[in-house]
């Protein structure tokens, strides 16, 4: 058996009958289209990031752009907001796993982003399951057997609004290779998923409208441009209208916060707003300053949104998407529920109100959520401060945010560095990194959810200190972060470890093999741009079986 594959592609992923629902020769020929009319665009866009990274590695610093400042100052906005997504107030995040898929759009939220970056692990397993349980939930078919707690689970009458995140553009998809080289996982995503579900998305949830997506790891708005361009391909190959499709921008890399306005400009057709990536966006600060040694950052634990440069980054965000009519959305609440501990978790649950307050107020439209336990908590919130409307986009202009220069958004955040955050980085990685490695790509660790970000936070933070010998000088120690004390510290958080998830669990789990690829990648002399290009290479399994062609 074999895939029904067109001419200059090799399916290397399993066959498997369902999943060649899927990977039908009208949808491989789709995706082939959009890679072999991209591709050269994406390489491009590569390039360009390399060549910035170099510049801020010799000194440099990202800033706005003297050639598009006619963009920024022009009065132009984007298209309207649908009526289907003006409302936003809560939206929950999660992998696309069946049952997750489910309760997320149960579970009370305005929307449900359905994930194949960050929050999954993407074997050609999770990936091709992933796309049949969205074309059953988009068809409302999609049902979830639970044999240990003998509970079916189907959709609700009244569900979220479905939006979908695709990789970023510079994620390979190794099990489909189009003229001899790995697919790009992003257009393989887009794709498929649009390609089997943008007739009845419109008819059952986009009114018209849709399908929606959320658009990761982008650095600057040429790589805006050529999702704009896609979404123009696929529009006019489907024969529905130009800007039907609508997509938010996750503004999660340190160059990007300076390409906001040019990034909705390209994608003014169909944007719906941009969103504060928090997590990653903490990640692309330690990328962007690598060659810094003034930059250190504290403990993770302390940047937060009082950081100046966190609160620049989130206020200019709402200032330019409210200029340009579209959604302004706050950062993810991550915390899951203290089941075991009322205390904690009413404790934990003030925190999140208090920062969604802090986030309504500013003149967010909306946030994020990583559990359906948190939901009521940030609704709540945003319901009794938005005074019945959808959102705040034209009643919050914060026109002072206008204000905000370079280096406000560049500060380097204050605070202090401590054995404990070496450890927890230590800690949260190797962990993070074992569950990736063996299919899941959000884990609940600490009472918290984590996905790639967090653990990506956790690797840069390392290999900075590492690199640089930073003090630890917030614990009273005033020792040096050096390999010796790395090695002994990973030492220690392994035991640490092996105690708490217990021995049988860590000798079955790929906690050493994990050990070995993060430790390996907080003392490489050259950080890499990201932590899952190493690891994907050991997910990624062909399976030699000839694909067919009539």
């Known amino acids: 058996m074999g895939y029904d594959v067109p001419e200059g592609v090799d399916i290397r992923g399993r066959y498997d009958p369902e999943f060649s629902k899927i990977l039908t020769r009208n949808a491989l020929q789709f995706v082939t289209d959009l890679q072999r009319e991209f591709r050269n665009h994406i390489k491009y866009a590569m390039e360009c990031r390399r060549e910035a990274k170099m510049r801020y590695n010799n000194g440099g610093l990202p800033g706005f752009d003297p050639a598009t400042k006619y963009i920024r100052e022009g009065e132009w906005v984007c298209a309207p907001v649908p009526q289907a997504v003006a409302d936003r ?63 079916v689970y189907k959709l609700n009458d009244e569900t979220a609004k479905l939006f979908v995140r695709p990789r970023g553009w510079h994620l390979p998809e190794a099990h489909i290779f189009i003229d001899g080289e790995p697919a790009t996982g992003c257009l393989v995503d887009f794709g498929l998923y649009f390609f089997h579900n943008y007739a009845n998305f419109r008819k059952a949830q986009g009114q018209g409208f849709g399908p929606f997506f959320y658009l990761p790891k982008m650095e600057h708005s040429r790589e805006g441009r050529i999702w704009n361009n896609v979404f123009e391909r696929a529009e006019r190959w489907a024969g529905i209208e130009k800007g039907s499709i609508r997509a938010t921008v996750l503004i999660e890399t340190l160059p990007a916060v300076f390409q906001m306005n040019e990034i909705l400009y390209e994608l003014r057709d169909h944007s719906v707003g941009l969103n504060c990536g928090r997590w990653d966006y903490i ?11 003034d930059r250190l950052l504290p403990d993770r634990v302390q940047v937060g949104m009082a950081q100046h440069f966190m609160r620049s980054y989130s206020d200019l965000l709402i200032h330019t998407c409210h200029k340009r009519g579209v959604h302004a959305m706050g950062g993810m609440a991550a915390q899951i529920p203290i089941r075991d501990d009322p205390a904690a978790n009413q404790a934990a649950l003030e925190l999140i109100r208090k920062d969604k307050l802090r986030e309504v107020k500013a003149g967010h439209d909306g946030t994020w959520a990583a559990h359906p336990g948190l939901i009521p908590a940030c609704m709540d919130v945003f319901t009794n401060n938005m005074v019945n409307a959808p959102n705040q986009i034209h009643s919050m202009k914060r026109q002072d945010a206008s204000e905000l220069i370079e280096e406000d958004l ?5 605070g202090v560095r401590t054995m404990e955050g070496l ?33 990506e936070i956790s690797r840069v933070q390392n290999w900075q200190w590492l690199k640089y010998g930073a003090e630890l000088n917030g614990d009273g120690l005033g020792v040096k972060v050096n390999l010796d004390l790395f090695g002994r510290v990973v030492e220690e958080e392994m035991a640490r470890i092996e105690r708490e998830v217990g021995k049988e669990k860590f000798k079955k789990g790929m906690y050493k093999e994990a050990c070995n690829l993060f430790t390996g990648q907080c003392t490489t002399p050259v950080l890499d741009d990201f932590l899952t290009l190493d690891a994907y290479n050991n997910i990624v399994m062909y399976h030699r079986i000839e694909s067919s062609r009539l």
């Open 89 to 151: 107030r809560v939206e929950i995040t999660g992998p696309v796993e069946r049952k997750m898929i489910i309760n997320a759009l149960n579970s009370g939220a305005k929307v449900f982003m359905a994930d194949f970056e960050d929050a999954l692990s993407p074997s050609w397993e999770n990936l091709m399951k992933g796309h049949v349980n969205l074309r059953d939930a988009v068809s409302r078919t999609i049902t979830f057997h639970d044999q240990a707690r003998n509970k």
């Open 283 to 293: 990640f692309s600060y330690v990328k962007t300053f690598q060659g810094h040694p």
């Open 410 to 414: 560049l500060q380097s955040p204050r």
């Open 423 to 455: 450890r927890l980085n230590t800690r949260v990685g190797i962990q993070y990194l074992a569950a990736w490695l063996t299919g899941a790509g959000s884990v609940p660790l600490y009472n918290l959810m984590e996905d790639a970000a967090t653990a």
